[in-house]
């Protein structure tokens, strides 16, 4: 059989389901179907310009999400645009944009990216369609890296600006009055990519859209606002959360796709006993290698910069042992420079580029054409994600292929048992609260910087003024003699603000690895303790950190870049005081409650865990002060009648059990890291006098994680229960309850029997000794 | 498929039920705030005196207790403060100077008092100060901001100050007080004043006068120049907190120090510019200000483009170091003559530049350096004189030589050597060989 021949994707298929080594390792393998392309006529009213630079371009019509979005745009909408990658979804704002510019050139439209990266990438597909249509449009990136003089230029005649939400919130907002052009004449605000703003970013981006808005009225605009999504379970409501308005939702792809076909792959079980499976990198490098060996076009997706350069080192020492396609493999990750990206992306498109190792950097909106397949090295921690990446394989007409290995990790085992998840099940939601009270504050006065507020007037959810009141208490704002609240103090607050943590007080990441010290990100003090404590390993766009020092007092931790296939995992020693109740409920078992608790942890110890197996490498002490967090969460109170009888040991293990099973299940649910919850459980809580199971949002002030928990309770306990049944492990696991040495053998048949009795089971039933 | 969306409910489930909820949780953030940020930091609480009272007594209140009154204009009423200082000096010299200022309109000197630095938009200007000058006296009027809701009607006063032929007095008011003002009017949505000009005193300020001074804060320059110092001034980092202090207590007393150093500061401005036309505008004058000051603005007329008067001044300048006081440093002697005899070869005065470069050579030191790769070129391109061009660069490099061998090469005139003497020597060899 010759190796490289050229063959199709259904070829390729066949040949890799031939290996009996592939074959044992499927554990879901569904068809989507080709779907036909939704093509509408050009409107009437498009501009003749712009009609025939699409012509002459070979665009003959709009594809029906293209068509809606602009026609609901035309009626004075607000749209919500939800299709995959590479669906035409730019014209969905480009074209209004444009369109509005012809119409009359005093038109402003300002355009939200999350990174630099993708600002720059559209703003030159932007240009194209404008020169193609003629149209003279001032359209610029305002960021970090324009020049002063320019920044001028750009204030006073920019037409279309380009920026991100941090320069938006400290830079543009502040300095609203040199600004007053483009407030003034604002028609449209695009917020691309807006399933990144979630969690403390998303609320964060909330209320700088909620100051953006306030500023468009003063001025006496009021621009339609566009939002882009990628697939996820909530893609409205995330819209409307973030911008505080109700917009048309536009969720049906007109694009045409060719059939696809997905493969999940979970490699086998080394020690059943101990749940360990074989590495994910094994299958990884099978299904790559026999599609680049068949000349098709595959992307490769690594969850880390480490495993991306280790994915990209296998696989061209595959390819070398029989003459393969090494050169046309490349790889892609943050810290490449842009020229490189550049090339890349240009390749990929060409086709010069065969196969590429990316980490999530490709799962945005970046341009790299359609591919024959997609190849993920592990799950990628959400379900929309997933589909993010699967979506970068896909053709036209012709059938593709995605292929999901999962790894050893508890979220990956949780997907790889029950599939349908992914298939089946809608996609995660993405949390936000712009109603945080730290955030809301915190943005509250900055708005008051910005402009000072009427009385009764609203900033959010509700009117502002006890808030102000609040504020008023440190003498930064006060209330005048007319009623208004006015920002009386020197501080300029947006600087206290970043968006991407949630309190201040942050701890800054410094590099001491280069020629100088760089600072490379924060921290919030919050979680400082678990990330950048002394012997960190310290994760930062795919990136490994070690942390050298950490100066408590002066909020800076001093890192270099290091390159090891292990990662460092904080215990903390944590007591939870619950404050208040906000909503609380009866539920089988007990009670379901959402409130506000007071988080003291300690962080004691770290251990060194191997990246793919997480075999324990070691261990070290960590020396902090206690921190205290004020935050949001979500409690399982346990009916002490229900588990009258049981010992206290064995209460213990069964609620740290059921408890892991209960975190790993919501932070599939509700589309966030593991670590953005934490858990904490008690034999016998001070407050209730009962067993309680607390998983608590780790930010301060929460970011409705709990909120949403709360209201899922019974799909959690169900998934948990299941996740816990379906474990092929015999007495607990890392992918279940927890290694099975913490617990005395215990943890899987206990936590068994609790979330059995906490999803309804009779308590006769469930009492009864497991087999 | 288009549709619409439910409303979504309060994202705290059970918040929209209990209105106390959000004052039981403020309270706790504020027990935990307070552990955060310690008690020295935080100013003292806000007193509610301002809210609810009568926004007339509260004007009314502060004219009294600064001593001005409080008029009715056109956005409201607007205390104002005016005080009147003798201040004989003439500014008919000022036409001369090479500066934009049109002694045909009226100048309006004028200086804010702010909360803050910077532009953004949560700064104000609470007391906006203009001077007039009418031959014999100088005129301050304050226009003092009572309250943050005063705001319009202060900048409506403001517009009746400024006449639109006027030319604005400033110390760093194009960078600072003007944009702020400004950014004022833009956020309440009136159109800025318009003006004829602008005259700011800190560029001019640095070019004239910093050589002799320790920084160039007006104060400074005010003293070191007219020999006018303050006793008691207010430092500008504790005028925010003055105000904000004002707000909180409605103490009148608290602004008073605020109020003369912003007199003093525009006042400031008036004597600035009889300085400057009294004693550097007139040739004869001239001759008894400073030879520094003299120097800077033979610069001024430099770049100006206005050579002759420009080397007038070099020359006088030069004279005075050497004849009156000596110059602060040999360096700073001579790197002005340097520059005066640079002006004079730019000009086609090549006999005196000559003459100049020659003065220069033999003075020695590093500038002798320059001076005699100056006379090469000189002979080279215009004497025609190779050989003693050869000579000049050769006495150049002996400088550089004995340099180097010390410790401190001057790279730029080792170049411009090298690159000299290669073609001089080729020259030379060339003409031998014909």
């Given amino acids: 059989m010759r190796l490289y021949a050229s063959a199709t994707v259904a070829e390729v298929l066949d040949r890799l389901l031939a290996d009996p080594a592939v074959a044992e390792a499927v554990v879901a393998d ?7 392309a939704d093509m509408r006529p050009f409107p009437d009213w498009l501009d003749a310009g712009l009609r025939s630079g699409l012509e002459g371009r070979g665009v003959t019509g709009l594809y029906s999400h293209q068509a809606e979005a602009i026609e609901a745009l035309r009626g004075g909408r607000d749209v919500c645009i939800v299709t995959p990658t590479a669906s035409g979804k730019s014209l969905c704002y480009d074209l209004p944009v444009l369109q509005a510019v012809a119409e009359d050139a005093s038109t402003r439209a300002l355009y939200l990216f999350p990174t630099k990266a993708l600002g720059q990438d559209q703003l030159a597909g932007f240009h194209e369609l404008a020169d193609a249509a003629g149209i003279e449009v001032a ?3 305002y960021d970090g890296d324009t020049p002063a003089p320019v920044r001028q230029t750009v204030r006073a005649a920019g037409q279309v600006v380009v920026t991100n939400p941090d320069m938006l919130h400290a830079a543009i907002l502040p300095h609203h009055t040199k600004w007053f052009q483009l407030f003034e004449q604002l028609r449209y605000v695009v917020v691309d990519e807006a399933h990144t703003y979630r969690g403390v970013f998303g609320s964060h981006v909330a209320n700088v859209l909620r100051r953006l808005l306030r500023l468009c009225a003063h001025y006496g605009s009021a621009p339609r606002i566009i939002t882009c999504s990628a ?6 409501q995330l819209a409307e959360t973030l911008t505080g308005r109700a917009p048309v939702l536009v969720d049906r792809n007109g694009a045409p796709a060719g059939e696809k076909r997905v493969l999940i792959l979970n490699p086998p079980v080394v020690d059943a006993r101990l749940g360990v499976r074989a590495s994910a990198y094994g299958l990884v490098e099978r299904a790559a290698v026999t599609f680049l060996r068949a000349d098709r076009q595959t992307i490769v997706f690594g969850r880390s910069r480490t495993s991306v350069e280790l994915l990209l080192t296998r696989l061209r020492e595959a390819l070398r042992e029989g003459r393969g396609p090494v050169g046309r493999v ?19 498109r060409s086709g010069d580029v065969l196969g590429v190792v990316s980490t999530n950097a490709l799962e945005l909106g970046i341009d790299i054409g359609r591919l024959d397949a997609a190849v993920l090295a592990g799950y990628p921690g959400s379900i929309a994600a997933t589909w993010q990446q699967i979506g970068r394989a896909g053709r036209r007409r012709e059938l593709s292929a995605a292929v999901l290995v999962a790894t050893s990790g508890p979220v990956d085992q949780y997907v790889a048992t029950h599939p349908d998840v992914l298939f089946e099940a809608s996609p995660e939601e993405a949390r936000l609260d712009p109603e945080n009270l730290h955030v809301l504050l915190a943005h509250l006065r900055a708005a008051a910087f910005e402009l000072p507020f009427e009385p009764g007037e609203r900033f959010g959810a ?4 006890d ?5 008023g208490e440190d003498g930064h704002v006060r209330q005048a003699a007319d009623g208004r609240w006015y920002w009386a103090s020197e501080n300029f607050p947006a600087s206290e603000i970043s968006l991407r943590v949630a309190s201040p007080g942050n701890v800054l990441i410094i590099d001491t690895g280069g020629d100088r010290p760089r600072v490379v990100g924060e921290v919030d003090l919050f979680s400082a303790p678990t990330l950048v404590h002394e012997g960190a390993i310290y994760l930062h766009e795919s990136r490994q950190y070690h942390v050298d020092r950490l100066d408590w007092d002066e909020r800076k931790a001093y890192v270099r870049p290091v390159d090891v296939d292990h990662f460092t995992q904080a215990e903390l020693a944590v007591t939870l005081k619950p404050l208040e109740a906000f909503a609380s409920d009866a539920v089988p078992g007990g009670e379901r409650v959402h409130g506000e608790v007071m988080v003291s942890s300690l962080a004691t110890i770290y251990k060194k865990l191997r990246l793919e197996s997480l075999e324990n490498l070691g261990w070290g002490r960590i020396h902090l002060p206690e921190l205290e967090l004020h935050t949001t969460a979500y409690w399982v109170a346990v009916d002490p009648a229900a588990v009258a009888g049981w010992r206290r040991d064995e209460l213990d293990v069964a609620l740290v059990g059921a408890g892991r099973a209960l975190q790993t299940v919501a932070s599939v649910l509700l589309m966030s890291d593991p670590r953005d919850l934490g858990l904490v459980s008690q034999v016998r809580s001070p407050h209730a006098e009962r067993p309680v199971v607390y998983l608590y949002d780790g930010v301060p002030g929460g970011v409705g994680l709990a909120a949403r928990l709360f209201e899922r309770h019974a799909e959690l306990v169900a998934g948990a229960r299941d996740l816990v049944a379906d474990c092929p492990c015999d007495a607990g696991c890392p992918a279940c309850t927890g290694p099975r040495l913490e617990s005395g053998g215990e943890g899987k048949r206990l936590a068994s029997r609790l979330l059995a009795l906490l999803s309804g089971a009779r308590a006769d039933i469930a009492g009864a000794p497991a087999a | 498929m288009t549709h619409e969306l439910a409303r979504v409910s309060s994202s705290v489930p059970g918040m929209d039920r209990d209105p106390t909820l959000l004052a039981r949780r403020l309270e706790r953030l504020r027990a935990l705030d307070r552990r955060l940020v310690t008690a020295a930091e935080l100013p003292p609480p806000a007193r509610r005196t301002a809210a609810g009272a009568d926004p007339g007594a509260r004007a009314a209140h502060l004219a009294a207790g600064l001593g001005g009154t409080v008029e009715e204009g056109s956005g409201g009423p607007v205390v104002v403060v005016e005080r009147a200082t003798p201040l004989p000096m003439t500014l008919d010299g000022l036409a001369r100077l090479p500066y934009p200022v049109d002694m045909e309109r009226p100048l309006v000197y004028l200086d804010t008092e702010t909360t803050g630095l910077g532009s953004a938009a949560g700064t104000l200007a609470f007391l906006v100060g203009i001077g007039r000058w009418d031959g014999a006296s100088f005129c301050v009027r304050q226009l003092v901001l009572p309250d943050h809701a005063d705001e319009p009607a202060l900048l409506a006063a403001l517009e009746a100050e400024i006449p639109a032929d006027a030319c604005l007095v400033t110390y760093n008011g194009r960078a600072f ?5 400004v950014a004022r009017y833009r956020l309440h949505r009136r159109p800025p004043p318009v003006t004829a000009g602008h005259l700011d005193l800190l560029p001019i300020a640095r070019q004239l006068w910093r050589h002799r001074l320790p920084d160039a804060r007006l104060a400074s320059v005010e003293a070191g120049v007219a020999g006018v110092r303050r006793h008691g001034d207010l430092p500008g980092a504790l005028i925010p907190e003055r105000y904000f202090a004002w707000l909180r207590t409605g103490r009148a007393a608290l602004l008073a120090d605020v109020l003369a150093h912003n007199r003093e500061d525009v006042v400031s401005l008036g004597r600035l510019l009889g300085e400057m036309s009294e004693r550097l505008a007139d040739p004869e004058r001239r001759r008894s200000a400073h030879p520094g000051d003299v120097a800077s603005l033979a610069r001024v007329f430099q770049r100006d483009g206005r050579q002759d008067e420009a080397l007038a001044c070099y020359a006088e300048a030069l004279a005075a170091w050497d004849e009156r006081e000596p110059a602060p440093t040999r360096l700073d002697r001579d790197t002005l003559a340097a520059e005066a005899a640079r002006l004079l070869s730019r000009t086609g005065r090549h006999a005196e530049a000559e003459a100049a470069w020659r003065a220069l050579a033999d003075r020695g030191g590093s500038t002798a350096v320059w001076a005699w790769i100056a006379l090469a070129k000189h002979r080279e391109h215009r004497a025609r004189d190779s050989a003693g061009a050869m000579e000049a660069a050769l006495r ?10 010390v410790g401190i090469p001057l790279r730029a005139a080792e170049r411009d050597l090298a690159r000299r003497l290669a073609r001089l020597h080729r020259r030379a060899r060339a003409r031998r060989l014909t």
């Fill in chain 1, 30 to 36: 569904r068809t989507l179907p080709a779907r036909a």
């Fill in chain 1, 139 to 141: 359209a610029a990136i």
């Fill in chain 1, 231 to 236: 697939t996820i379970g909530n893609p409205g």
């Fill in chain 1, 330 to 348: 490349r790889g892609y990750r943050g810290g490449y420079l842009p020229s490189e990206r550049r090339a890349i992306e240009h390749g990929l």
């Fill in chain 1, 462 to 465: 509700a009117p502002a003024d």
């Fill in chain 1, 467 to 471: 808030l102000l009141a609040f504020l």
């Fill in chain 2, 177 to 181: 007080d003007w944009p702020l003002l």
């Fill in chain 2, 396 to 405: 150049a490099l002996r400088i550089v030589e004995r340099r180097r061998a």
